[in-house]
């Protein structure tokens, strides 16, 4: 098996357990098979590929990552994020930079990964300020309606972006006939954004993802390395939250991420290390609730209460938490 074959297969395996339970709580819900097609798998797979941007490639890929977790909230979406590549014999992650994930479709597709749906996107520079699109193509389509569909939103600025990534999100799902939509999920709200704190957390929250993907292709991570990295990010969080909570919710999806069983290992760390994570964003409503639900999922019940019942202490008005 080549290491690209492994390593779709890693990637379409990594939301499955060995046991598959449904306990039905107050807090946590568990959605069962409607989410799923006949084979077992959700119903709508998208391989995302890189959101392009000659002007401002580290913020149109910072957005990217939000909209995917964005798409994420819907129980039959699951999104492969092909954000980066690698040579079949790589063993190493080079140093950082951008331009990685600066690549088109064409340019890599991974072998044997049952994705159906293909996202790619543009940022750009326009009249109005900026513009995000979306191109996607629906391979569950078929005849004369299987073209390339698009789908844009323009904003001022960086903050007004932030703000129309769910409407984004929703008008994906509407357009792929996606239904099941989580919304007990927490999102976010931002009124504000320090270009400069932002992208720098854009930039930790990159690398971050390529390490996850190089995870997946069997490339070390040492576990001081993680952690120095999860350090960094929450901090880099913390200093973008200005007014609103974007910041807050990206760190904590991120950490949710690693909370998967395709990256348990990571995720098995990252809960000894929670209180960090806890100290920043504590006063936000969204980042506690979507960890917790993570620690929930990953059979760790009894962890994900007590979080949730020392934020509520803390935080009684925050009603995600109740």
Known sequence: MTNMTSFAKRMMRINQRGTTQNVPTAIFRNLASLSEDITGRPAYRIGLWPCISEDAPLQAMGLWTAFAYLLERWRDIEVYRLFTTFEEDQDDLPIWEISQMQFAVEDWEVEAL???????????????????????????????????????????????????????????AEAIEASLLDETLPTFTQNSVNQTNMEHL????????????????????????????????????????EQGNFSAWLVAQCVAQTMRPGYSVIGDLLVEHIGKLYAAFADTSNAIPLVAEAIFTMGQAQQAYNLLEDHTNDVPKNAASW
């Open 114 to 172: 049952d994705e159906n749906i293909g996202i790619w996107g543009e940022y750009k520079a326009v009249d109005t300020g900026i513009e995000l699109r979306v191109f996607i193509e629906n391979d569950l389509v078929t005849g004369q309606d299987n073209e390339t569909l698009e789908i844009a939103i323009q904003a001022a600025d960086l903050t007004g972006m932030i703000q129309l990534l769910p409407k984004l999100s929703e008008q994906v």
């Open 202 to 241: 854009f930039e930790h929250v990159l690398q971050w993802e390529t390490r996850l993907l190089g995870h997946l292709w069997n490339i070390e991570w040492e576990d001081t390395d993680i952690i120095s990295a999860y350090d960094t990010q929450i901090n880099a969080g913390k200093n973008a939250l």
